[in-house]
Nanobody, 126 residues
Framework: QAQLVESGGGLVQAGGSLRLSCAAS????????TGWFRQAPGKERDFVAG????????YYADSVRGRFTISTDNAKNTMYLQMNSLKPEDTAVYYC???????????????????WGQGTQVTVSS
């Protein structure tokens, strides 16, 4: 069973950058599509970004496209979310997730993911 551990969250001013990391143990990302989700207080968990197991396909929420970049490093069993030009509305707990798949399909639905990290807080001050 895969375990995912996020890191890299914190407090940053608007316009700043953060890079979130998600390290996997017990499995490699080669057999998984992966994604990032976020949940702000009082709101539902939302899809942020996803990447296929080959890395050849990525999807982004409209609210982050052009500012965030998802990537994976299979050699390190680690996925990343580079977040630039951060805005106060990006404040949330960010979760990484992995979905076992034999295809290059990327799911935007949280209930299709098999494994989740514990979450890391990102706070953007204005």
């Amino acid at each position: 069973q895969a375990q995912l551990v996020e890191s890299g969250g914190g407090l940053v001013q608007a316009g700043g950058s953060l890079r979130l990391s998600c390290a996997a143990s017990g499995r490699t990302f080669r057999s998984y599509s992966t994604g990032w989700f976020r949940q702000a207080p009082g709101k539902e968990r939302d899809f942020v970004a996803g990447i296929s197991r080959s890395g050849g396909t990525t999807y982004y929420a409209d609210s982050v496209r052009g500012r965030f970049t998802i990537s994976t490093d299979n050699a390190k069993n680690t996925m990343y979310l580079q977040m630039n030009s951060l805005k106060p509305e990006d404040t949330a707990v960010y979760y990484c997730a992995a979905r076992y798949t034999s295809s290059d399909y990327v799911s935007l639905r949280g209930n299709e993911y098999d494994y989740w990290g514990q979450g890391t807080q990102v706070t953007v001050s204005s």
